[in-house]
Nanobody, 123 residues
Framework: QVQLVESGGGLVQAGGSLRLSCAAS????????MGWFRQAPGKDREFVAA????????YYTDSVKGRFTISRDNAKNTVYLQMNSLKPEDTAVYYC????????????????WGQGTQVTVSS
């Protein structure tokens, strides 16, 4: 069992930055691929980024490439999403996710979800 708790969301102006954190409970954190999804009002939840269990492989949706960076610290059971050059269209609730591998994250076959953290980007 893995419990995920996100933090770091908030209100920021366009062009600004935020860093989201996702703290995981459980001793098996390092065996899971981790990812971030987001859901804007009236839209489906969408994939944002994923990282392999070792941190050696990362994946991004096209709209955030070059602006967002996913990373993890297995010693701290934490995954991060550094978001730079934020745009109003990045406004959404951001969810942390754990899965058996990056392919599972990309397909949305998630084993565990966090409760979400709101990110609002003003123009």
């Amino acid at each position: 069992q893995v419990q995920l708790v996100e933090s770091g969301g908030g209100l920021v102006q366009a062009g600004g930055s935020l860093r989201l954190s996702c703290a995981a409970s459980g001793r098996t954190f390092s065996s899971y691929a981790m990812g971030w999804f987001r859901q804007a009002p009236g839209k489906d939840r969408e994939f944002v980024a994923a990282i392999s269990w070792s941190g050696g492989s990362t994946y991004y949706t096209d709209s955030v490439k070059g602006r967002f960076t996913i990373s993890r610290d297995n010693a701290k059971n934490t995954v991060y999403l550094q978001m730079n050059s934020l745009k109003p269209e990045d406004t959404a609730v951001y969810y942390c996710a754990a899965a058996t591998g990056p392919a599972a994250i990309l397909s949305g076959t998630v084993a565990y979800w966090g409760q979400g953290t709101q990110v609002t980007v003003s123009s």
